[in-house]
């Protein structure tokens, strides 16, 4: 498609964006009410673990591999069909808990 093709999509969509420590969700929702979640995952490689990194940078770090093994277990839980999907197990997983209900078409990229 065309970059006119695409602000015009985006010209009937309306859209929200959250912010979680570093990780960024956008939200599209289409006027027919589809909706497509956009994400951008905070560095969790940032720096080294060697003396030296500020406390603060590490603690970052932590929190970023926490969240990443969140998602994947929703992820998995969605593949799998599961009952129940984990989505409080951390902030991102819980800003996208539309796009991991059962049914949702995920695509990581």
């Known amino acids: 498609g065309s970059e006119a093709e695409a602000e015009d999509l985006l ?3 309306a859209g ?3 912010a979680a420590k570093g990780h960024v969700v956008v939200t599209l929702r289409s006027e027919g009410g589809a909706k497509a979640f956009f994400v951008r995952l905070a560095d969790s490689d940032l720096g080294s673990n060697a003396k030296g990194s500020p406390p603060e940078q590490i603690e970052d770090r932590k929190w970023a591999n ?3 093994a969140a998602l994947g277990g929703c992820v998995k839980a969605v ?3 599961a009952r129940v999907v984990p989505v409080r197990d951390s902030v ?3 800003i996208l808990r539309e796009a991991l ?3 949702a078409n995920v ?3």
């Open 11 to 13: 010209a009937h969509c």
């Open 101 to 103: 209900r059962e049914g």
């Open 107 to 109: 695509c990581l990229v």
């Open 66 to 68: 926490k969240s990443f």
């Open 16 to 18: 929200a964006i959250e």
């Open 79 to 81: 593949t799998d069909r």
């Open 92 to 94: 991102l997983t819980r």
